[in-house]
């Protein structure tokens, strides 16, 4: 049952702009590809063999912008794919220097490996701008301080999990979960040791959902998980294993653990027709027994059908 949320937070698929290289126009790899090999093949099939250098200058000028602009769309899947691209004519020029070492080969074997150098460095330059966009997406989806999924990707989850569950019939709960005196908590052993029993809780409950389940931050102390195919039962057993877990851990501290810190649990499953609004609604009204009846409870109440 316990799985890392790493690898959740891998297998979800965010509503988020794609990256350049994934959002470019239907058959643009095919036409990228088709203008990369124009100017090789009319230079094998049309020129003459040790001849016409200018000629193959100015081809092979004509040739740099869809290599770069190829390599660069390769090298959004790697700077080294982008550069095998160029790989066989590299080879092929080699090889014919080698086999005719005159002045001719020479330069165009230089001019060559200075073409190499330029579609390398497209490719390169295309990763480093992945692995930015990529980072930048982590952060916006992302609590900076607990690692968890924020309250923006919370609704979008949550929306996209209710209305799964409406086309298909199938069962959705909620969650609300809020650390109980979390202010005194605060008061009494800083804001600081604070963020660390944030973290702390946060690392007991992505330990505990599945890798299906979707956990977030909400605000504050607050958490919500969101549990898809999950009815209520299911999901209140799920809430006591993090209730229970919660209970028995320390939470460490510079100056010694701080014993563990408790919560209360508003579970809310889908009904027909209800939006995620409403869930969340409902697991905060349920919520609301639990802190009331003396907190560190789990509370589950089916709602009316709407």
């Given at each position: 049952?316990?799985?890392?949320?790493?690898?959740?937070?891998?297998n979800?698929?965010?509503?988020?702009?794609?990256?350049?290289?994934r959002?470019?126009?239907?058959?643009?790899?095919e036409?990228?590809?088709?203008?990369?090999?124009l100017?090789?093949?009319?230079?094998?099939?049309?020129?003459?063999?040790?001849?016409?250098?200018?000629?193959?200058?100015?081809?092979?000028?004509?040739?740099?912008?869809?290599?770069?602009?190829?390599?660069?769309?390769l090298?959004?899947?790697?700077?080294?794919?982008?550069?095998?691209?160029?790989?066989?004519?590299?080879?092929?020029?080699?090889?014919?220097?080698?086999?005719?070492?005159?002045?001719?080969?020479?330069?165009?074997?230089?001019?060559?490996?200075?073409?190499?150098?330029?579609?390398?460095?497209?490719?390169?330059?295309?990763?480093?701008?992945?692995?930015q966009?990529?980072?930048l997406?982590?952060?916006s989806?992302?609590?900076?301080?607990?690692?968890?999924?924020?309250?923006?990707?919370?609704y979008?989850?949550?929306?996209?999990?209710?209305?799964?569950?409406?086309?298909?019939?199938?069962?959705?709960?909620?969650?609300?979960?809020?650390?109980?005196?979390?202010k005194?908590?605060?008061d009494t052993?800083?804001?600081?040791?604070?963020?660390?029993?944030?973290?702390?809780?946060?690392?007991?409950?992505?330990?505990?959902?599945?890798?299906?389940?979707?956990?977030?931050?909400?605000?504050?102390?607050?958490?919500a998980?969101?549990l898809?195919?999950?009815?209520l039962?299911?999901?209140?057993?799920?809430?006591?294993?993090?209730?229970?877990?919660?209970a028995?851990?320390?939470?460490?501290?510079?100056?010694?653990?701080?014993?563990?810190?408790?919560?209360?649990?508003?579970?809310?499953?889908y009904?027909?027709?209800?939006?995620?609004?409403?869930?969340?609604?409902?697991?905060?009204?349920?919520?609301?027994?639990?802190?009331?009846?003396?907190?560190?409870?789990?509370?589950?109440?089916?709602?009316?059908?709407?």
């Amino acid at each position: 049952m316990k799985t890392k949320r790493t690898r959740q937070q891998k297998n979800m698929k965010p509503t988020h702009e794609e990256p350049f290289g994934r959002r470019l126009p239907d058959g643009f790899g095919e036409v990228a590809l088709a203008l990369f090999l124009l100017p090789p093949l009319f230079e094998r099939l049309w020129l003459l063999p040790g001849q016409q250098l200018i000629e193959r200058f100015m081809v092979y000028s004509l040739w740099l912008l869809p290599a770069m602009v190829l390599c660069y769309y390769l090298g959004m899947r790697g700077a080294m794919v982008s550069g095998l691209a160029a790989v066989p004519f590299l080879i092929w020029n080699i090889t014919r220097h080698v086999m005719d070492p005159s002045e001719f080969h020479v330069l165009l074997a230089a001019y060559y490996a200075l073409f190499m150098v330029f579609i390398w460095f497209a490719g390169i330059l295309a990763e480093k701008f992945k692995r930015q966009e990529e980072k930048l997406k982590r952060e916006s989806l992302t609590d900076e301080l607990t690692g968890v999924f924020n309250h923006r990707f919370f609704y979008r989850c949550l929306e996209k999990e209710t209305d799964r569950s409406r086309r298909y019939k199938q069962p959705l709960s909620l969650v609300i979960v809020d650390l109980d005196n979390f202010k005194k908590y605060n008061d009494t052993w800083g804001h600081l040791q604070g963020d660390r029993a944030l973290v702390a809780v946060a690392k007991i409950m992505k330990d505990t959902v599945r890798n299906a389940d979707t956990l977030a931050r909400y605000g504050g102390e607050e958490f919500a998980i969101i549990l898809p195919q999950t009815d209520l039962v299911q999901a209140k057993r799920v809430c006591e294993r993090i209730r229970e877990a919660m209970a028995s851990t320390t939470i460490a501290s510079p100056d010694g653990d701080t014993g563990p810190l408790t919560a209360s649990f508003g579970v809310s499953s889908y009904e027909k027709n209800m939006t995620g609004k409403q869930l969340v609604d409902e697991a905060d009204r349920v919520l609301y027994f639990a802190k009331s009846s003396g907190k560190n409870l789990v509370t589950a109440i089916k709602p009316e059908t709407r």
